[in-house]
């Protein structure tokens, strides 16, 4: 049954379940952010096409191929032949723009009642999709369309990429459009690169490139993104992948190149970038961590790490290049600690933690930031003070530990996916009754894009289920109105169980890197005794800072537009970010 096709292309391809997780892993460094794709409320005026129409749609594209040409793999092709009366009628209503009728006479053909052969029916499951786009039903529309991207010597197969674009825009990234784009080569896309669909073309690269990078295909990744060009509204978004592509073969002179596109175009006003400040930021960010990256090598034989003062500069001077006023503020600040701390800029290093710990970001969740206090402590032989940190971490962080595993036992098992999606809604929705000391760490790992757009993607589909219900009694109550009605909800399910995945890997992640940071100090507190008993490594030791070397690395100098002002325990706003703390070392060395 046709109704069975529809559910089984969501089963076996994926395309109505299951939401690409694509994590920009900056080399080693915390994950850069997914792009949003741009959603547009509709895509009528797309382009102003200029050639014949790709089956009755209202725009005017340029319709590619008729027919396939048989040379791809798949199924065998077939030929359409002399079509019968029935899906004479439906074409006619199709042509006319009549979808609602059309719709009902072309699943009849589809469906096998109408006797025609199986070259028409191809070609009316086509026109079938094209008019429940037409109708608003996306995501049946896109069920469909999924159906002819599987198979090359489909008779539309070539002309159903045109449409993959469209759908681009009507359904978010969670759909898993990209896959069925992937379908395509890079000659099929190539097609429409012609003055009437630019903007297509640029567009089909862009998900093409998506689909390679997801599928660690770097190098054609790269290509691909190359191909976008600047007055495209895809271009900075494919900067973007183009640079962590970059990143993930470990060419981060290119990618630096990439990431400086990004802030250049925004700088020249470029057009179709929804968030450009936030756009840059992680442009900035992204070349801040690449610096870093290249600027630590570590010895093969004694896995001690080497310094390359001009990177890690380079790195400091895109980590500060991003405002206050950013959302992604406190990340650089926590991260250029790190970076003050290998250069040995100590004072720059606790001053940065200190904004963070400041009663300004009372939702800040840095648990790492305490580690990296207690490590310069230790780093100058400050062992009180370093002990002092762990035992105040540890007190404050062990119960949370305990706290956010308690949640977690409560979606414990198989079958949690949709509990756990409907209590990622509640907290979003601030109505979750978690215990107040958990709730803003909660709410933080709940909180980040691609769990968003899967939120998004769920209330598409209720919208879509909505519009079904106000449709005409005699579309809901046939074949395809129930087949439609039924793809709807087995697609909401399936995304309600996707986010609900996704939400609680989230939540378990920060549980896990939490319980990582715990160890992490008790790892200190295990070289603190070996050190007050005069049994540290050697190589730790060597590591550590002597007195001399702290008159150098651990002295506050104010330059000519700064003056030293003492912490009295009280923080004042437009100092953060410009905090320092003396450094004393009390090595004996």
């Known amino acids: 049954m046709l109704r069975k096709r529809f559910l089984g292309i969501c089963t076996v391809a994926g395309a109505c379940l299951f939401g690409s997780t694509l994590v920009s892993d900056a080399a080693a460094q915390p994950d850069a952010e997914v792009i949003d794709l741009d959603e547009g409320d509709d895509d009528e005026d797309e382009g102003k096409k200029k050639k014949k129409k790709a089956g009755g749609d209202s725009d005017v594209d340029i319709d590619l191929d008729e027919e396939g040409d048989g040379e791809e793999d798949g199924a065998a092709p077939v030929s359409a032949g002399q079509m019968t009366e029935e899906a004479a009628v439906a074409k006619k209503l199709f042509d006319q723009e009549r979808w609602s009728q059309a719709a009902l ?101 862009y998900l093409l490139g998506r689909y390679k990078y997801r599928n ?57 970038v929804e968030d450009e400040a936030r756009m840059q930021d992680l ?54 600690s790190w970076a003050y701390f290998m250069a040995g800029d100590y004072p720059r290093a606790l001053g940065s933690i200190h904004t963070i710990q400041s009663p300004y970001f009372p939702n800040a969740f840095y648990p790492e930031a305490d580690i990296v206090k207690a490590v310069v402590y230790f780093t100058n032989c400050n062992y009180d003070a370093a002990t002092t940190v762990v035992a105040r971490f540890n007190k404050k962080f062990v119960p949370l530990k305990t706290g956010l595993e308690e949640v977690l036992k409560r979606f414990k098992g198989e079958n949690q996916e949709e509990p756990f999606f409907k209590f990622l809604l509640a907290v979003r929705e601030g109505k979750s009754d978690l215990d107040p000391k958990i709730k803003g760490v909660v709410e ?16 598409v589909l209720d919208e879509e289920l909505a519009r079904y219900k106000q449709a005409p009694s005699n579309f809901k ?27 609680k890997g989230r939540y378990k992640r920060a549980v896990d890197e939490l319980n990582e940071h715990l160890r992490n100090g008790e790892k200190i507190l295990i070289d603190i005794t070996a050190a007050q008993r005069n049994l540290l490594d050697e190589a730790v030791q060597k590591g550590q800072v002597t007195q001399a070397e702290a008159k150098i690395f651990g002295v506050v100098n104010p330059d000519q537009e700064h003056v030293i002002w003492p912490f009295d325990g009280e923080w004042w706003r437009d100092e953060l970010g410009f905090y320092r703390q003396v450094v004393e070392s009390a090595c004996g060395r």
């Open 105 to 205: 006479g072309l699943y009849r053909v589809v469906a096998g009642e109408t006797g025609d052969d199986p070259g028409n029916r191809q070609l009316m499951e086509y026109y079938l999709a094209i008019s429940l786009y037409r109708l608003r039903f996306y995501q049946a529309s896109y069920a469909l369309f999924s159906i002819i991207a599987e198979n090359k010597n489909h008779l539309k197969f070539k002309e159903t990429l045109l449409w993959l674009s469209k759908l681009a825009t009507q359904l978010p990234e969670p759909a898993d459009i990209i896959e069925r784009v992937g379908k395509y080569s890079d000659a099929q896309v190539a097609r429409f690169n012609n003055p009437q669909q630019r903007d297509l073309y640029w567009q089909l690269n």
């Open 216 to 272: 660690r295909q770097f190098q054609e990744a790269i290509k691909l993104f190359g191909k976008v060009d600047r007055e495209s509204e895809h271009y900075v978004h494919g900067k973007f992948f183009q640079g962590i592509s970059y990143v993930q073969l470990r060419k981060s002179i290119p990618a630096i190149k990439s990431f400086q596109e990004i802030v250049d175009a925004i700088d020249d006003g470029v057009e179709g």
């Open 283 to 336: 442009a900035y960010l992204s070349m801040a961590r690449t610096y870093y990256s290249a600027s630590i090598k570590l010895d093969k034989e004694s896995n001690a790490p080497s310094v390359d003062e001009q990177k890690l500069s380079a790195a400091v001077k895109f980590w500060n290049r991003i405002e206050p006023s950013s959302e992604y503020w406190l990340d650089a600040l926590f991260e250029e």
């Open 444 to 459: 933080g790992a709940l909180s980040d894009r691609q769990l968003l757009r899967n939120i998004e993607y769920v209330r």
């Open 477 to 503: 109550s046939s074949p395809l109105g129930k087949t439609v009605n039924d793809a709807l909800k087995f697609a909401r399910q399936m995304a309600v169980r996707q986010a609900g995945e996704l939400a």
